[in-house]
């Protein structure tokens, strides 16, 4: 029989994990669709406009924040009306009150000032973007500046198994730049120092996202639904703007592009671009931003093929490159554990069961202690331990041994 090999195992493993997996492959549609519209080709000349797609897909999150408004008002009626609970409002449980710990105006504001952020980078992203060639990558960046900012800001340690999957992704992404990137084209080195400033703010922002989630009590879908209407408002503005200086985009020259297929394209981006960011703050908000990053690198990865007309060698290496970084990202965030040199000791999964093994050695010792309790009694100031009489013959009456057998006298009996 061979023996099974622990080297490798995986950690917690949770059903919402497909999420990545949907939340990728609306991510491809928004690439895809986008490449098929006016948005797309060697140039994008309605920057803001496709700005607008996004942020009107954001919008859409108003179906959910409305269902929900209203599933928690009728909860909260019913608690209130109950006749296990007064009718003050001070009465409702705790879950009720967690939102209270956040005025709704500071709620607005960090929401606003992530929404300002939000919509500049995707402005400059989307006209950088479409005079790229797409084949580079950020992810050497993105896992150490969604590290830095996840210690800084929600206080993540970094243990070693973090440390030792960092520095692959980091050298092999760099390798993979490195191959992918055309170095003879001129006058565009700006523009992917733009384009890796652009996806590490967007990093940055993952964590804020989380840093709402958790520590100012914001509904995801409250993020989602401020957020577009925030980035719709501005989008909006933006583009009078431009329009009347005739400077980054205008809508008349849209306008006259305008037939069903740009249409159609237009409503399949605002829906896409929804489904996508409500599937990835979706995965900040049961995971970390750490697992979004996985729809980041398939989405990269199913881009790439589509668009390559790369050597096989070339295709090969990039691959290998991938898996490599793909498989450390998944040490990262403990859905592979190495179970070797110390790697998989402060994993979530090995604390949890040493505390289990803690508590379980806890319980015995009380129970021990128990045990030796209850065979002693306290008679007139004496401690005194009962024992076996059948076992300890006759020399003691009753099997009642005094503990100080010093003290002892017949008329304390």
Same mark, same amino acid.
């Given at each position: ?134 084949? !580079? #990558?950020?992810? *050497?960046?993105? $896992? @150490? /500046? %969604?590290?830095?900012?996840? =210690? ?5 340690? +970094? ?112 829906? !896409? #671009?929804?489904? *996508?960011?409500? $599937? @990835? /703050? %979706?995965?900040?908000?049961? =995971? ?5 990053? +996985? ?119």
């Amino acid at each position: 029989m061979s023996k099974k090999c622990s080297l490798i195992s995986l950690g917690q493993l949770n059903r919402y994990m497909f999420l990545i997996f949907l939340g990728a492959v609306f991510s491809i549609c928004v690439s895809v669709e986008q490449n098929f519209s006016t948005f797309g080709g060697n140039e994008n000349p309605h920057p803001v406009i496709y700005t607008l797609t996004y942020s009107l897909g954001l919008s859409l999150s108003f179906i959910i924040y409305m269902v929900n408004k209203l599933c928690y008002k009728s909860l909260r009626k019913n608690i209130i009306n109950s006749s296990f609970l007064p009718s003050s409002k001070d009465s409702l449980p705790s879950p009720f009150k967690a939102n209270k710990t956040i005025s709704k105006k500071q709620k607005i504001l960090w929401i606003l000032i992530s929404s300002i952020i939000d919509f500049v980078a995707n402005c400059i992203y989307s006209y950088i973007w479409a005079d790229s060639d797409h084949e !580079s #990558n950020n992810w *050497s960046f993105d $896992i @150490i /500046f %969604i590290s830095l900012f996840s =210690f800084l800001i929600l206080k993540t340690k +970094l243990h070693r198994h973090n440390y030792v999957s960092i520095a692959p992704i980091f050298i092999l992404g760099i390798i993979y730049n490195i191959i992918s990137i055309d170095f003879s084209r001129e006058n565009k080195y700006l523009n992917y120092l733009i384009v890796f400033g652009i996806e590490s703010i967007f990093s940055i922002l993952f964590v804020f996202y989380k840093f709402f989630m958790i520590k100012k009590y914001i509904k995801s879908y409250e993020i989602l639904f401020y957020q577009g209407i925030f980035e719709t408002i501005i989008g909006i503005i933006t583009l009078i703007v431009t329009t009347k200086i005739g400077y980054l985009d205008n809508f008349w020259d849209y306008y006259e592009k305008l037939n069903i297929r740009e249409v159609s394209l237009f409503i399949l981006l605002i829906v !896409s #671009n929804f489904a *996508s960011n409500l $599937i @990835i /703050f %979706i995965v900040i908000d049961l =995971f970390s931003p750490f697992h979004s990053f +996985l729809i980041t690198m398939l989405n990269d990865l199913a881009f790439y093929f589509f668009n390559t007309d790369d050597a096989i060698y070339i295709i090969t290496i990039k691959i290998v490159l991938f898996i490599i970084c793909f498989i450390m990202i998944l040490v990262y965030i403990e859905v592979i554990l190495l179970n070797f040199c110390g790697l998989s000791d402060m994993t979530k999964k090995n604390i949890e069961l040493r505390a289990q093994l803690d508590k379980l050695m806890s319980e015995n010792d009380e129970e021990d202690d128990e045990d030796e309790d209850d065979k002693r009694v306290t008679l007139k100031g004496y401690e005194i331990s009962l024992i076996d009489a059948d076992n300890e013959g006759n020399n003691i009456k009753s099997g009642i041994l005094p503990l100080n057998s010093d003290a002892y006298s017949e008329k304390d009996y």
